[in-house]
């Protein structure tokens, strides 16, 4: 295993900046959020750790980008910023949704509330839901998993016929794998930052996907014609779990961030950090480092306190009960399976003890 440690020098520059005017605008920040943001550089800091890297596989190891930080940010002049005008973050589910023990309508709700607690001041807003045959996005069997896959580049060009003049942006959610070309054996998502929206895909964070018993298998050889759709009635669609949400809400936030122009983090542990499979997503935090979330406040303008009890009251939303009972639940609009989330809540009720002192 590889820790990536940057000195408190190097963190310090990446946060606050060696820009006489971006400094003055961090000493203006309220003293909590200086006093927050300010363990980005804290030799032993018990909220934000370095990187760790356990594989060549890894996506710093395998993806060499160029680092970050608020500076460059904030003077990039490509990255998007939402208006008056254009201020509301737009959903489009593509496809079916779930099992029948926790319904659609449930399911995309907590994502939507997760979302405008993260990106707290604006709004979300979940379109209807269309089937795979209103994108008319071309489809495969896919040759080595055999489970269906819907083009990713078709869906963009679906989604941006779609997008609402109000849009900062608009980005596509499906249970379905995606494919970005016949070449490529699948992609999580695909994006397009300078049209203000993206596609992406939970079928792989089904716990189930990589086994023999995945449900979603078909038979191999199965060929289908270019514009039968009929093969995605009743296709089988991931239980929505607690974990299968909490990966669907670090996804969702993570690919939107790129479209307000953060790009992937390598100064600490956070959200924004890239990931080339399932176990690198799951080691991410659910939340920002410091030096991404200065990035996103700046966009944004909310106040850290602020964003941080919306978060937390989104996670207190649920109760104590087993993932069975929670199927239930959501069907008589009862809480939500939060158990997943207990580590992050517990981080969240310590940055805000820092915030509150």
């Not at 020098?9 to 946060?15: D, F, G, I, P, W």
């Not at 996506?59 to 002049?77: L, N």
């Not at 030096?291 to 106040?303: G, N, T, V």
């Not at 306190?305 to 207190?316: I, N, P, S, T």
């Amino acid at each position: 295993m590889k820790v990536i440690k940057h000195s408190e020098e190097v963190l310090k520059a990446a946060l606050i900046s060696k820009n006489t005017q971006l400094a003055r605008l961090y000493e203006k920040l309220e003293p909590g959020e200086k006093r927050l943001l300010d363990e980005a550089f804290q030799p032993h800091s018990a909220l934000f750790a370095p990187i760790t890297l356990h594989s060549e596989s890894d996506w710093i190891s395998s993806h060499p980008e160029p680092t970050q930080d608020f500076e460059q940010f904030y003077h990039d002049r490509y990255r998007s910023t939402p208006t008056s005008q254009k201020s509301a973050i737009y959903v489009q589910p593509i496809g079916s949704f779930g099992d029948s023990r926790v319904s659609p309508e449930n399911y995309l709700k907590w994502l939507k509330d997760y979302c405008e607690a993260f990106y707290y001041g604006l709004m979300v807003k979940i379109l209807d839901p269309v089937p795979v045959s209103q994108a008319a996005c071309a489809f495969r069997v896919n040759e080595y998993t055999h489970n269906l896959q819907i083009h990713a580049g078709d869906l963009l060009q679906f989604l941006k016929k779609r997008k609402p003049r109000d849009a900062f942006c608009i980005v596509g959610i499906t249970m379905i794998d995606l494919y970005p070309k016949e070449s490529w054996n699948f992609v999580f998502g695909q994006a397009s930052l300078t049209e203000g929206m993206g596609i992406f895909s939970f079928a792989r964070y089904d716990s189930d996907f990589y086994s023999a018993s995945y449900k979603g298998r078909l038979k191999s050889g199965t060929k289908y014609p270019v514009a039968d759709y009929s093969v995605f009635s009743g296709y089988y669609t991931p239980a929505i779990t607690s974990l299968l949400l909490l990966r669907s809400c670090k996804t969702l936030t993570h690919e939107i961030g790129h479209i307000f122009g953060l790009r992937h983090c390598q100064w600490l542990q956070c959200v924004m950090q890239g990931s080339n499979h399932l176990e690198e997503s799951d080691r991410r935090p659910l939340d920002l480092c410091p030096i991404c979330l200065r990035k996103l406040q700046s966009a944004i303008h909310f106040s850290i306190a602020e964003r941080y009890k919306a978060l937390l009251r989104w996670m207190d939303d649920g109760r104590s009960g087993t993932e069975a009972e929670f199927g239930h639940a959501a069907e008589v609009g009862l809480p939500k399976p939060v158990e997943a989330f207990k580590e992050c809540q517990e981080w969240v009720l310590k940055c805000l003890d820092v915030l509150q002192k």
